[in-house]
């Protein structure tokens, strides 16, 4: 996501994009996916919609219309690339690391094991977030077939769940016949699963809803292979000691656009960028306190670091993956805080 557009100068000490002075305002939301057709002809280039956060902007409603689009040919076809973290070697690695996971927990002893206990005669759930083509997920089984006798848990009682944003990849996974061994011994569950929002997971074939209200009884795994990139992030800029939000606003080469969730227009953007004055309690509104307060402490972290690291006061820029935070607060949450995250991207 870079913040160069091609047309920027120096205000302040803050890069203003030139282009963010023209044009109508359009700093209201949109509404929705459609804008009015009784609004008035914009010139070519246009503005799709106002400035704001960058996790707040319509990058993300693209890139998920992409992916609902598209379905399950984002990788049949090749057009995301996955190979990388959707192999074998990756597989049978991520298995050791369960089978060394398991083997600590069952040797854990005092507080550790009070909050850590392993429960042999309760489910153990294996959740896979943004599974997408479910070709890892299908090597990622067979490999912890192979370590079954060195596991030290019962392998019939561990669940694989395989979860995306997109209904009709989990209806298709569903529908897979190499992945119906697994579904007939009660070792694979589906759920469709919204990681930036989603609450709780509802798993198709048990029915079982694992939430903060019902807490698994074990410990859970998060595997999150090439995702966390995808799930929204915010825009923050260091200069001369003081902190800023990068504001976008997203738009579009093409003279108008009718449907603003048509992933088409992601050939066509040209999004503007501008700084404004913010602080460490930036997400002070956040719902979540303990969120409110780590986030803070991260923002704090990065405007100490970089002001007294930058001696020629260039500033410095950084993402903020409050998508992929966020998420994971929640896996935490309906675990009861008990989660191993095993992740793997490009890069």
């Avoid at 074998?88 to 069952?106: C, E, H, N, P, W």
């Avoid at 079954?148 to 298709?172: G, H, Q, R, W």
């Avoid at 449907?259 to 956040?286: A, G, M, R």
């Avoid at 719902?287 to 704090?300: G, Q, V």
Wanted: include cysteine.
């Amino acid at each position: 996501m870079t913040q160069n557009t091609g047309k920027e100068r120096m205000e302040n000490g803050l890069s203003i994009n030139e282009d963010s002075r023209l044009g109508p305002d359009l700093s209201e939301p949109y509404n929705g996916c459609h804008r009015n057709n009784a609004t008035e002809k914009v010139e070519s280039p246009t503005r799709l919609e106002g400035f704001k956060s960058c996790s707040k902007s319509l990058l993300w409603e693209l890139m998920l219309s992409f992916y609902k689009q598209k379905g399950i040919d984002s990788w049949a076809k090749g057009i995301v690339p996955f190979f990388i973290t959707c192999n074998a070697f990756i597989a049978r690695s991520y298995a050791k690391v369960l089978q060394g996971f398991i083997a600590d927990l069952k040797r854990s002893k005092g507080r550790m094991l009070s909050k850590m206990r392993l429960r042999e005669d309760k489910k153990l759930y294996i959740i896979e977030v943004g599974a997408g083509s479910g070709k890892f997920s299908f090597l990622m089984l067979k490999a912890l077939q192979k370590i079954k006798p060195y596991l030290e848990f019962p392998v019939e009682n561990i669940v694989y769940v395989m979860t995306d944003a997109v209904d009709s990849n989990v209806n298709f996974w569903m529908n897979h016949k190499p992945l119906m061994q697994f579904v007939e011994t009660g070792q694979l569950d589906f759920a469709t699963l919204d990681a930036n929002n989603d609450n709780h997971i509802t798993l198709r074939r048990s029915g079982v809803i694992l939430s903060p209200e019902h807490p698994t009884d074990n410990p859970i795994i998060v595997i999150a292979n090439y995702l966390f990139d995808t799930l929204c992030h915010d825009i923050f800029q260091v200069h001369s000691g003081q902190l800023h939000e990068g504001l976008i606003s997203v738009g579009s080469k093409r003279g108008h656009e009718e449907n603003l969730c048509d992933p088409e227009i992601i050939n066509y953007l040209k999004n503007e960028f501008t700084y404004v004055s913010s602080d460490v309690d930036h997400y002070k509104t956040s719902e979540d306190k303990i969120d409110n307060l780590h986030l803070s402490r991260i923002l704090a972290w990065y405007k100490e670091k970089f002001t007294k690291d930058d001696p020629f006061e260039n500033g410095a820029s950084f993402l903020m993956p409050i998508g992929a935070l966020r998420s994971l607060r929640k896996m935490a949450h309906i675990s009861s805080g008990r989660v191993l995250v095993i992740s793997g991207d490009k890069g």
